[in-house]
């Protein structure tokens, strides 16, 4: 390797002199070199030193910033497998990138820590009109003001196409063009933290994308002929040759939080990132990450259809040494509660009182035991994982997807049940977490769209119809044909957010900015400690939870009625006590009309108690003058 300082193992790194210094991994190729383009001299082929284990690198003087490049393999010229932005798209030239060049105004100098996140799932091309990075900075403030503290970004690694969702992406080191450059990404990470917003982006590390990927031609030791993977082939994580393939996805890790001040990553669909060695690579990606946030506290979170619990667990335990995971089951209750559908992979899940109570102590539901839609265990064991490392949801890019025609979940329940449900997620210990536009009743849908050569499109198209019909209710015919075609440009279009909804829908921001206050200054809610939270089923859609907290006044009791009004001369559950010297007080309800409610008659009466129904409602202890 040569004697310049480098960053990472691979790619374009600019010096302080000007120069630039090439490094690709390349033991596949019989031929390779460099070819400079557009610096002012035209095309020209520079020879590169060969290193040891299939390195190849050059220092070229002149060639800094902006540099656009290749390298010719076996006579063909190819796009940097590292390059850090490729301005025409995957089958462009690479283009050099300086990473120090960007003029930093704003930090988060202690990073972020998952106590108190609320997470929000935004994908860039649709989250404003413009569609890139700048138009969506002037929206940031109106997240802030709604409560929301981290931004968790859909993938941008480079991708073919005008528009896609990034899990296909084709470079890993290259923000998608589609957005704008490197430094409008920095930019728009620079304002997030200029409004005190934490930044983690979704990044792929189980395949590459099919369309534009050059890795093949550079070391076919990239990928892994001993897994199957259903998006594309496995990497190479502990086969032959595998130590630059782990060191270039390890670094990439380290790269986004160095050069982009990101805030942590979530890693998806980790049971696809296959690795038998002692050290897993997940373990390695997230000590990468934390050592390139030089003290700084980022987030670690994974997407895990299993359920491995083992992600959170301490490395020094056996674990990976994540953070957090989302919660599918959480997710797969609530939206059975509030549609009664149980198709598919929802048919599992019925939706009960207890199954809820169940999510918010527990976190996973399925943690070993038969999961019938698979014909197999599912999960782990979740003991001692604290509540905040599950990421709970109603909506997310897949789930709101995969309904079909990609309507928001509160087109599928009644106001007063999803109010209800949206109260219990933003309140129970996980950590919450909003998909786009949720937090202003959003009507624009979110659907699958990919824009990719007509043969692949028409592929493409064919697999999501497939997939599809795991949902007995979307194999008709008729139905199949309203599922809208990924590649046509309208399907995407449909999908962005329409900013002047949040004026009109004013019920729906209050709803959120309370629950989330709420969250913030009630001790009982702030602290997410499921340890000292209890519930119990008092109906067939009745069920209440009691937040326990250091002093009685900061005790909560939540209840959250699916069903009919409840009017009941007593419960027999010492949980719906008040402690000794106290009564409950309606805190909150979700019926209150600041939220589209009808208003809250007096829960706790002379004879009983009154539970609306479609509702959830908060109670606090004060003071009983009767004892007094």
């Known amino acids: 390797m040569s004697d310049l300082p480098r960053r990472y193992a691979a790619g374009a790194e600019t010096q302080p002199d000007g120069s630039t210094h090439f490094r690709v991994w390349a033991p596949q190729p019989r031929q390779i070199e460099l070819q400079i383009e557009g610096n002012g001299r035209g095309p020209y082929h520079v020879a590169l030193e060969k290193e040891d284990d299939g390195y190849y690198s050059v220092l070229v003087d002149g060639a800094g910033s902006g540099t656009r490049y290749r390298y010719v393999v076996d ?49 860039v091309g649709t989250f404003s009109s413009g569609g890139t990075w700048r138009s969506a900075i002037e929206k940031l403030p109106l997240l802030v003001d709604s409560g929301i503290t981290t931004l968790e970004l859909m993938p941008v690694s480079d991708f073919p196409g005008r528009f896609g969702w990034g899990y296909d992406g084709v470079f890993p080191y290259a923000p998608a063009h589609q957005y704008g450059g490197p430094d409008d990404f920095r930019a728009f990470i620079d304002a997030a933290h200029g409004v005190g917003l934490g930044v983690i982006l979704d990044v792929v590390y189980n395949h590459l994308g099919p369309d534009g990927c050059v890795f093949g031609r550079y070391a076919t030791a990239y990928y892994s002929s001993s897994y199957s993977n259903e998006w594309g082939d496995a990497l190479n994580f502990d086969g032959p040759d595998a130590r630059p393939v782990r060191d270039y996805f390890a670094s990439n890790a380290a790269y986004w939080i160095d050069e982009f001040q990101l805030d942590g990553l979530r890693l998806d669909a980790t049971q696809t990132i296959h690795d038998r060695s002692r050290r897993h690579i997940i373990g390695e990606i997230g000590c990468r990450a934390r050592a390139a946030a030089r003290g700084r506290m980022i987030l670690l979170v994974a997407e895990s259809e299993t359920q491995t619990v083992r992600l959170v667990r301490p490395i020094d335990a056996g674990g990976d040494g994540l953070d957090a995971l989302w919660n599918d089951d959480f997710h797969h209750s609530a939206i059975v509660a509030l549609t009664g559908k149980r198709e598919a992979y929802f048919s599992d899940h019925y939706g009960t009182p207890q199954e809820l109570i169940s999510a918010a102590k527990r976190g996973y539901l399925f943690q070993g035991q038969r999961y019938a839609w698979q014909m197999q265990r599912r999960g782990t064991r979740a003991d001692g994982v604290p509540a905040p490392a599950f990421v709970t ?65 028409r592929a493409v198209q064919k697999g999501r119809a497939e997939f599809m019909t795991q949902f007995p209710s979307l194999t008709s015919g008729a139905s199949q044909a309203r599922l809208p075609a990924p590649h046509d440009p309208q399907t995407f279009e449909r999908c962005k957010l329409n900013w002047d909804e949040r004026a009109a829908n004013a019920h729906f921001v209050a709803l959120h900015r309370d629950l989330l206050a709420m969250r913030r200054d009630d001790a009982a809610f702030r602290a997410q400690d499921a340890a000292v939270m209890d519930g119990a089923v008092l109906g067939a859609e009745l069920f209440v939870l009691r937040f326990g907290a250091a002093r009685p006044e900061d005790e909560r009791l939540l209840w959250v009625n699916l069903g009919l009004d409840v009017d009941r001369g007593s419960f027999a559950e010492p949980l719906v006590a008040p402690p000794d010297g106290y009564a409950w007080d309606v805190r909150w309800s979700s019926g209150d009309p600041a939220y589209g409610g009808f208003g809250t008659p007096p829960v706790v009466t002379d004879t009983g108690w009154r539970i609306p129904g479609h509702a959830a409602v908060v109670l606090r202890p004060v003071p009983d003058k009767r004892s007094a």
């Open 393 to 457: 949801y109603l909506e997310n890019h897949d789930q709101v997807a995969n309904v079909g025609d990609g309507s928001r979940v509160r087109f599928y329940t009644s106001p007063g049940r999803y109010r209800a449900m949206t109260a219990l997620m933003l309140l129970m210990p996980g950590t919450p977490m909003l998909f786009q536009g949720q937090e202003f009743g959003a009507a624009s849908p979110f659907l699958y769209f990919a824009d990719h050569n007509p043969e692949l499109s």
């Open 75 to 123: 006579g063909d010229a190819l796009p940097d497998p590292a390059s850090r932005y490729q301005p025409e798209g995957p089958f462009g030239p690479s283009e050099v990138v300086d990473p120090a060049a960007f003029q930093w105004e704003h930090s988060l100098p202690a990073g972020i820590q998952l106590a108190g996140q609320v997470i929000y799932e935004m994908h």
